[in-house]
C-alpha cells in the first residue's frame, strides 16, 4: 500500500452522499464534462468539516484545450475531481491521479521529476512510469 505520509496522515471518507451529475457540465457534442464545472458543482455543495474534497465521476471529463483529463484540481483550493473511466482498469492509477490532483489544490505545480506523483500525464503509460510520492521539491520546506 502507499507508504507516503502525505496520505497515511490523510483520514479519508466515502461515506458522503452521491451527486448527481450537473447537466450543465455536460458538452453534449463531446459527450464529456467539463472539469472547471464539475469543481464548481463540488464547491456548491460544499462538505462542512471536509479539508479537501475529491469528486470521482464515472464518466470521461476534459478541459479546454485537452482532448480529456484524468483529473482537475482547483489550484490552490480544496476541491478536486477524478474521472474514472480511463484509470480503473489498474487501481493504483486512480490513487496516483487522486494524489497528483491534491498536490495541485496545496498549490503544487507539474513536476520534471520522473518518478514524482506531480509529473504531467496525459496517457495511462504515464501515470504508469511514475510514482505515488511527491519528489524532495514539493516536500521542501516552504
Ligand atoms: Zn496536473
Ligand atoms: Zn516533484
Not at 116 to 135: E, H, K, S, T, W
Request: hydrophobic share 40%.
Amino acid at each position: 500500500m502507499i507508504k507516503s505520509k502525505y496520505v497515511s496522515r490523510t483520514h479519508a471518507s466515502n461515506s458522503w452522499p452521491e451527486i448527481p451529475r450537473p447537466a450543465a457540465a455536460f458538452d453534449a457534442g463531446r459527450q464529456q464534462y467539463r472539469g472547471g464545472a464539475l469543481l464548481e458543482e463540488l464547491e456548491r455543495r460544499d462538505i462542512a468539516g471536509a479539508d479537501r474534497v475529491v469528486g470521482l465521476i464515472d464518466a470521461d471529463v476534459y478541459a479546454p484545450g485537452l482532448n480529456f483529463i484524468f483529473g482537475q484540481a482547483m489550484k490552490p483550493g480544496r476541491f478536486a475531481v477524478v474521472a474514472l473511466p480511463r484509470l480503473r482498469a489498474r487501481p493504483e492509477r486512480v490513487l496516483k491521479v487522486t494524489v497528483h490532483e491534491l498536490g495541485h489544490s496545496f498549490g503544487f505545480a507539474h513536476c520534471s521529476d520522473t518518478n514524482c506523483v506531480m509529473r504531467f500525464a496525459n496517457a495511462v503509460g504515464d501515470l504508469d512510469r511514475q510514482g505515488f510520492r511527491y519528489c524532495a521539491l514539493e516536500r521542501r520546506p516552504r
